[in-house]
């Protein structure tokens, strides 16, 4: 009797022994919410390296404390993190300003929301032929993305340089090169290469103005404070969002990612890093 006592007294004993290490090491989906203390939530976010990426790297000790581990993955284009997040492969993505999340969404019919703007990086015009836009030829050419949702932006940055003006009552966020009503310069646009393809295109000498993203721009040593010919301004739309599925923008891990990335200390390590380039915002 008394073995059979010890017997079932040991199985007990390994029983509950392997429930509290199953309870502890399980994770939580990244749009749930963690029961216990012990439960971490993975939140994986899509994000171009430069600056996003960087940024995110900055939030992840924050995110730690709150028991979410942000695993970052990184993206080299414009399509394939929204393709990613549609497909349930990332929970959030952060590397698109508003009007190209606006236009995504429109064109591909995503159920998105947006949850908050992070940072502006103002987009530059460069060129190795020409140092002052004084100095810009007639009939000179200005090569642009084949993203549409920059057509607005470049030709809103001729037009505060009196190159160009665009026909009454048009939406600069939304014009094309068609909704030109004024070029003195006969300027000539081309917009056939993909984003991620124009700091080779400056690289190569190629045109004589080039409309770089400015997170493309760091990859090739530019800084647009210093060495675009012409800088966007700070009143400009273009405000780079963090992006969720609808069904997941009131996560709590979501919420905490939001709220890290405007802390304070990250948004003066931003500035810090980028020499004001770079430029957070409270929204």
């Not at 800088?231 to 709590?252: F, H």
Request: proline share 4%; net charge negative.
């Amino acid at each position: 009797m008394k073995k059979k006592f010890f017997g079932l007294a040991a199985v007990l004993l390994v029983a509950v022994g392997l429930a509290a290490c199953g309870n502890g090491s399980s994770d939580t989906k990244a749009t749930g919410s963690s029961e216990k203390n012990d439960e971490k939530t993975v939140l994986k976010v899509g994000a171009s390296p430069s600056p996003h990426a960087e940024i995110l790297e900055q939030v992840k000790p924050i995110l730690a404390k709150e028991g979410v581990e942000l695993e970052i993955v990184n993206f080299d284009d414009y399509v394939l993190p929204n393709k990613a997040l549609a497909d349930g492969e990332i929970d959030a993505n952060y590397f698109q300003h508003l009007p190209f999340f606006n236009k995504a969404v429109e064109d591909n019919g995503y159920d998105f929301a947006n949850v908050g703007g992070v940072h502006l990086e103002p987009m530059g015009l460069y060129s190795k032929k020409i140092k002052d836009i004084k100095e810009l030829k007639d009939g000179a050419t200005i090569i642009v993305s084949s993203s549409e949702s920059d057509w607005g932006r470049v030709i809103s940055i001729l037009q505060t340089a009196g190159l160009v003006k665009v026909k009454d009552g048009v939406d600069l966020e939304t014009a094309t090169f068609d909704d030109i009503a004024e070029n003195p310069k006969n300027l000539k646009f081309e917009n056939t290469i993909a984003p991620e393809l124009l700091a080779t295109t400056y690289n190569n000498d190629e045109g004589d103005l080039v409309a770089i993203n400015s997170n493309f721009a760091y990859g090739i040593g530019l800084n647009p404070l210093e060495d675009a010919v012409l800088l966007e301004g700070d009143d400009s739309p273009y405000v780079n969002i963090v992006a969720t599925r609808t069904e997941d923008k009131d996560s709590d891990a979501v919420k905490k990612l939001i709220a890290a990335l405007h802390e304070p200390e990250v948004q003066s390590w931003i500035i810090e890093k980028w020499g004001g380039s770079v430029k957070p915002v409270d929204k």
